[in-house]
């Protein structure tokens, strides 16, 4: 192999070991929204939501349900936000989840969203709301508990105050995003630096 190719393959595998923990890290990343009471109900959790190869991944994790066994629609909805919602004045469902049967007073729920973390944080609003127990087979019941999905730069500050608060809370909510970017960028030079050392070797 001459110098030439040498250097380019050390450059090219620099780049691809770049690459593949970029999107080893955009596929783990995860964000964990808090769902909080709607209408005075009491019930509150957690809706977390992880990113990867074939959609969104959404696990609700509910607590102070009212009511043993009862089953709770859950959706993103679009183009308003939980005090909307709240107000009367809710947007349409964009993203139905699955419901979320009461056992005891806590429940869960697991869906795959045909979505990005792209599409969801881009700007536009949505929230991820848990409702009551179905009583009208022709209405959706109000909501219960509610989440706004922020914004990436909104997320991100909300999410450093609340680590900065963290010692304060039992329970802080955190980002649980796999590889961090710095991890990306080390890599990379770690690469870069090691293709400029093997140039220097071959052209000395
Ligand atoms: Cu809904």
New binding site residues.
Partial sequence: MNRRSMMVTALASALLTALMLGSAWAQGSSKTLELTPSRGSGVSGTATLTETGGGVEVVLELQGLPKDGVEH???I?SDATCADDRAGQGGP?EFPLQSVVAQGSTGTSTSTVDTTFDELFGGEPYYV?V?AEQTDPEA?PP?VACADVVSMSASASASASASASASASAEPLSDTGGISPLTIVLAGAAGLVTAGYLLRRLTA
């Fill in positions: 629609m859950a959706h909805h469902v709301n409702h959706v909501g």
